[in-house]
C-alpha cells in the first residue's frame, strides 16, 4: 500500500492530494495541462519539496520529520525525453544502475532491444530508446514505477508496440506505476484505475470504463475507431470502442462478434435515431 497525504503552494493553485494505492496497481493520472501532475510525480521521487506525507508499505519517504533523498526512494522515473546516458551502450546504460547481467538480459528481450545491446543511444530511433529508458528505470526492482508521458512523442504504431511491453512488463514486475496520460485508448488498455486531477485536487477517481465512457444518446453519423475490448454482460455482448478522444460502448450481436477481433478499425453508425446535440 503506498499512501500520500501532500499539499504544496503552487503557482496560481494549490496542490492537495490525499490519496492510497495498492501495492502493484497501473494507476493513471489524467488532467488538464497545469492541473499539477508532473508536480505530484516530481514531489514522489523526491525532485521537489511539499508538505506531508508519504508512506511506502511500511517505509516513509516523507513527513515532519523525514524527507529521503531521491537515490534513498526505489523509484524509477521515465520523462517524454530519453535522459540516456549518450556515451554508453544500452546494456550499459542499464548495467549502471545495477549489475544483475540476467535480469538486463530479460529487459531487453521483453521489449526486443537484445540484438541493439551495443549501440549507443544516438543510433537508436525514439522508440528505441524509450524501450531502453523503461528497461534501466526497471533495472534497480524499484517500488514505484513514474511515468511522465513517455509515449507521447512516439508515432501510432511505435506508441501501440510500447504500451502492449509496458503491460508485459508490468504483468511480470507487478510493480506500482503511476502514468500520466491524457490518451483515453492508452489510459483504458494500460491502467486499472483513473486519477483525474484538477487546479491540484482529484476530481475524479475510477475503474477507466467509469470514467473514459461517455455514451449519452445516439448519433445518425458515421466514426471511425478502434475495437478495444468485447465484454459479455449477461446475454448480450458490449464492444468498447476508442473514437478520437473519446471511449463508447456499443451492444453488438453474437455474428458481429465472430467478424470482429481486438485492435480492429470499425466504423460506428446508427440508422434508426436522430442525432442530438446537447451543450456540455
Ligand atoms: N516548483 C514550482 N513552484 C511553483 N509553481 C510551480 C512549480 N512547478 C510547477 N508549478 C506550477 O504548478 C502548476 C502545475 O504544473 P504541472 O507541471 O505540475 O502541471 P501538469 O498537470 O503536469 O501540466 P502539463 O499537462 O501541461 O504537463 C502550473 O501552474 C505550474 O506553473
Not at 265 to 273: D, G, H, I, R
Amino acid at each position: 500500500m503506498i499512501s500520500l497525504d501532500i499539499r504544496k503552494k503552487l503557482l496560481g493553485i494549490n496542490l492537495d492530494v490525499d490519496l492510497e494505492i495498492n501495492s502493484g496497481d497501473f494507476i493513471a493520472l489524467s488532467g488538464k495541462s497545469g492541473s499539477g501532475k508532473t508536480t505530484l510525480l516530481r514531489i514522489l521521487a523526491g525532485l521537489e519539496d511539499a508538505r506531508g506525507e508519504i508512506k511506502i508499505e511500511d517505509e516513509i519517504w516523507l513527513d515532519a520529520k523525514v524527507k529521503k533523498a531521491i537515490q534513498e526512494r526505489e523509484i524509477g522515473f521515465v520523462f517524454q525525453d530519453y535522459a540516456l546516458f549518450e556515451n554508453m551502450s544500452v546494456e550499459k546504460n542499464l548495467l549502471f544502475v545495477s549489475n544483475d547481467k540476467e535480469l538486463c538480459e530479460h529487459l531487453l528481450k521483453i521489449t526486443h532491444m537484445n540484438e541493439y545491446k551495443n549501440h549507443l543511444p544516438s543510433q537508436l530511433s525514439g522508440g528505441q530508446k524509450q524501450r531502453v529508458a523503461i528497461c534501466r528505470a526497471l533495472m534497480r526492482k524499484p517500488k514505484l514505477l513514474l511515468l511522465d508521458e513517455p509515449l507521447s512523442a512516439l508515432d501510432p504504431q511505435t506508441r501501440s508496440s510500447l504500451q502492449s511491453e509496458l503491460l508485459t512488463l508490468h504483468n511480470e514486475f507487478k510493480t506500482t506505476t503511476i502514468l500520466i496520460s491524457h490518451d483515453p485508448s492508452e489510459i483504458y488498455k494500460l491502467a486499472s484505475r483513473v486519477i483525474v486531477l484538477d487546479a491540484g485536487k482529484v476530481i475524479n477517481d475510477g475503474s477507466p470504463k467509469d470514467i473514459l465512457l461517455k455514451t449519452k444518446g445516439s448519433q445518425k453519423l458515421s466514426f471511425s475507431g478502434e475495437l478495444l475490448d468485447i465484454k459479455k454482460i449477461d446475454v448480450i455482448y458490449v464492444a468498447i470502442v476508442a473514437i478520437g478522444q473519446q471511449i463508447v460502448e456499443v451492444v453488438i450481436n453474437e455474428d458481429e462478434v465472430q467478424n470482429l477481433k481486438i485492435g480492429d478499425l470499425v466504423s460506428l453508425s446508427t440508422k434508426a435515431f436522430s442525432p442530438q446535440i446537447r451543450k456540455t
